[in-house]
T-cell receptor, first 115, second 113 residues
Framework: DAGVIQSPRHEVTEMGQEVTLRCKPI?????LFWYRQTMMRGLELLIY????????DSGMPEDRFSAKMPNASFSNLKIQPSEPRDSAVYFC?????????????FGNGTRLTVT | AQSVTQLGSHVSVSEGALVLLRCNYS??????LFWYVQYPNQGLQLLLK??????LVKGINGFEAEFKKSETSFHLTKPSAHMSDAAEYFC???????????FGSGTRLLVRP
């Protein structure tokens, strides 16, 4: 079990640039989540998918943010254009089946810095 | 709205001392409750979970938590702290059994030699 794999681990970009964060969930998991972690706001759920379909994107902060899951083994989160306030650690997590009882498996995160 | 409150952003204990990290939740229905641990530069790892079975839940690394409905609490304890326990701990609630976990603000545990 390779765990949830996120890339890149660190991303530094200038304001206005497009940023793409990538996630490979654990094989067989049918739920995928994107979280954002900041000192000010803690851990926030941005969006989650079930069987590649977005279920709840109410946490996506603005239209500048978008996420897709083209297949069961890949998801990306895009920010276009990026702003300094988007600087945070972005986590991807995946889970399997039983509602509420199956734990989330987190990747190691992508630390995004927008200058 | 459902929420989780973790009392104390930092807790410092001596090695070998009792660890107590506090978590209170608000939920109108019996919730699912979780404790996660985050080591530096890593993602969160599940320590333990409560899913309406036994009220005392044992987790990994010697941690346990007790669900007390009357107090709406789910405090995390460990009888004897190790240096390796130094990390940030998050309490989380799934109020309706959905996957939309609500996380507390976290408590950073410091272990003194």
């Amino acid at each position: 079990d390779a765990g949830v794999i996120q890339s890149p681990r660190h991303e530094v970009t200038e304001m206005g640039q497009e940023v793409t964060l990538r996630c490979k969930p654990i094989s067989g998991h049918d739920y995928l989540f994107w979280y954002r972690q900041t000192m000010m706001r803690g851990l926030e759920l941005l969006i989650y998918f079930n069987n590649n379909v977005p279920i709840d994107d109410s946490g996506m902060p603005e239209d500048r943010f978008s996420a897709k899951m083209p297949n069961a083994s890949f998801s990306n989160l895009k920010i276009q254009p990026s702003e300094p306030r988007d600087s945070a650690v972005y986590f991807c997590a995946s889970s399997f089946r039983d509602r509420g009882t199956s734990p989330l498996h987190f990747g190691n995160g992508t630390r995004l810095t927008v200058t | 709205a459902q929420s989780v409150t973790q009392l104390g952003s930092h807790v410092s204990v001596s090695e070998g001392a009792l660890v107590l990290l506090r978590c209170n939740y608000s939920s109108s229905v019996p919730p699912y409750l979780f404790w996660y641990v985050q080591y530096p530069n890593q993602g969160l790892q599940l320590l333990l979970k409560y899913t309406s079975a036994a009220t005392l839940v044992k987790g990994i690394n010697g941690f346990e938590a007790e669900f007390k409905k009357s107090e709406t609490s789910f405090h995390l304890t460990k009888p004897s702290a190790h240096m390796s326990d130094a990390a940030e701990y998050f309490c989380a609630v799934s109020p309706d059994g959905s996957y939309k976990l609500i996380f507390g603000s976290g408590t950073r545990l410091l272990v003194r030699p």
